[in-house]
């Protein structure tokens, strides 16, 4: 009875899932394929404390656009010593709402107008777009010590938006923030 009562369970909310989302908007294909052709990814090396955070096969590369934007340090783990090291996937949040202003959260230290910055992923939903950033060069930071940085990029998008203005609409707002210096 109980495993009935369990495979119900989640069939009802399954079924309230799919009821809510179908009022939800979704990016049309062509929006996600522009976005990903225009800012395309990098990988960043972890294998090794000697090279971790360093960006190897750089994809496009961005100039930061405004002075202050928070990040948080690059963070390497491993479990164990046979286990392979992974990047600790903690960003700084900064959303960027239509009308330029900014929410933030705390950080590890903020970064300077003029960084150079490559996507390590980019995630576009029905309302907004997310750019996750690691700066190409460390940062000096006020104790002298030179870091790698993460900061997310939040663009909230009106669901009716893509069909209006295309994905040069999202892009144009992405690329006034962070200016596009070079895609490989």
Known sequence: ?????????????????????????????????????????????????????RVFNPGTIFILQADGIPAKRFRVVQHLPKLPRFHV???APVTIAADGRLT?????????????????DLKVKADRVHLLTHTLEPVRLADGKAVYG?????????????????????????????AVASAQ
């Open 150 to 178: 993460c900061t997310e990029f939040i663009f909230p998008v009106d669901p009716g938006a893509p069909e209006q203005g295309g994905p040069f609409a999202i892009q144009d707002r992405i690329e006034q923030w962070l």
């Open 104 to 120: 933030t959260a705390p950080a590890d230290f903020t970064l300077p107008k003029g960084t150079r910055l490559v996507v390590l």
């Open 89 to 91: 996937r903690d960003y």
């Open 1 to 53: 009875m109980r495993h009935m009562m369990s495979a119900l369970l989640i069939c009802l909310i399954a079924a309230g899932i799919v009821w809510v989302n179908p009022t939800q908007a979704t990016v049309p294909d062509a929006v996600r394929q522009a976005l990903q052709e225009r800012f395309r990814l990098s990988r960043v090396a972890v294998d090794s404390a000697l090279v971790e955070g």
